[in-house]
């Protein structure tokens, strides 16, 4: 025969009747049934979730929090176009790592924009993976 949810048994002697509470004073558990007097717990329809939800504010203040927001995309550094102006001559390469060397941001994994309405002096500059405001856009356009 197959074994299907419909024949399949437990074992002798893996589970055990439940406690027959509340049938009299002579089984042992009559009277209060266990429950102890007076009380939320003695009576019934109380659920137990509810009464762990009543020191659930105990818990919450134990866990320690987060403050504050964390952005899901991280802020950009932002170097100024007069520190371009001071850092590089004409035709040179532009991107997180040489700014990070020359101590212009602080970490090379984030993203870098350059920003400022000064005027860009070097020449021939090769940015790559920098962005930047309109400004410094608009003067790239007209070199």
Excluded: C, H
């Excluded at 048994?9 to 042992?28: D, E």
């Excluded at 035709?91 to 020359?102: D, G, Y």
């Amino acid at each position: 025969m197959a074994i299907s949810l419909s024949n399949i048994k437990k074992s002798s002697g893996s589970s055990r009747p439940g406690k027959r509470i509340g049938r009299g004073n002579s089984s042992g558990k009559g009277t209060y049934s266990g429950r102890g007097l007076k009380g939320q717990k003695s009576r019934s329809g109380v659920s137990r979730f509810k009464l762990k939800r009543l020191g659930m504010k105990k818990n919450l203040l134990k866990i320690p929090k987060s403050r504050g927001f964390n952005a899901l995309s991280p802020k950009n550094q932002v170097v100024n176009v007069l520190k371009i102006n001071e850092n590089f001559k004409d035709n040179e390469v532009v991107n997180a790592q040489v700014l990070w060397e020359k101590g212009l941001i602080s970490r090379k994994n984030l993203p870098v924009k350059i920003l400022g309405k000064e005027k860009l002096i070097p020449r021939g500059l090769k940015f790559e993976k920098i962005s930047f405001s309109k400004s410094v856009i608009e003067q790239l356009d007209k070199k």
